[in-house]
């Protein structure tokens, strides 16, 4: 393991995965936090882990983990603010979910938020709440976009600190 660590090309393609990782993290059908998170892994077991990188690492699998749920959490609320059932936005998730396999890249998308438009329209018989809360889903998932990039950014730059100073 050591011949690994010490050789020229282990950091920068650890560096590229992460990179490709952060790219994902704009796609559902890739999971770039959990890409960034295994690159992490694959260093701490190559260089070993000490008490400080092991409490790092620890710190960084927290962040993998909550930035995982931000998407449901942050489109889910979002759709609730626009008046949106419970029923609806899980409907939206599962459809969501079923999306993200059938049309990837953005079928996920796309179907959470044909799938809220048409429960909520059925449900309120009235289109213009239908798109609300189809825009609220929407919105939701613009922010945990967002969101998810901080975090990623935020678990490299936790690396970049053990790979530097750790």
Do not use: Q
Not at 32 to 42: C, N, R, S, V
Not at 54 to 68: D, E, K, N, R
Not at 95 to 115: D, W
């Amino acid at each position: 393991m050591e011949a690994i660590a010490n050789s020229s090309w282990f950091i920068p393609v650890l560096a590229v995965i992460m990179g490709i990782g952060l790219l994902g993290l704009m796609l559902y059908i890739i999971p770039g936090l959990t890409i960034i998170w295994l690159a992490i892994l694959a260093y701490g077991v190559v260089t070993g882990f000490s008490l400080s990188t092991g409490i790092l690492f620890a710190v960084i699998t927290v962040l993998m983990v909550g930035g995982s749920l931000i998407d449901n959490l942050f489109m889910g609320a979002e759709a609730k603010k626009t008046g949106a059932s419970w029923v609806s936005v899980v409907v939206a998730v599962v459809a969501g979910i079923a999306g993200t396999f059938i049309l990837p890249p953005f079928g996920g998308l796309l179907f959470a938020a044909v799938s809220i438009l048409i429960v909520e329209w059925i449900r309120k018989r009235d289109l213009k709440e239908g798109v609300k809360s189809a825009g609220g889903i929407l919105k939701g998932c613009g922010f945990a976009v967002i969101t998810r990039l901080g975090i990623g950014v935020l678990m490299i730059g936790l690396w970049v600190v053990w790979v530097l100073w750790l």
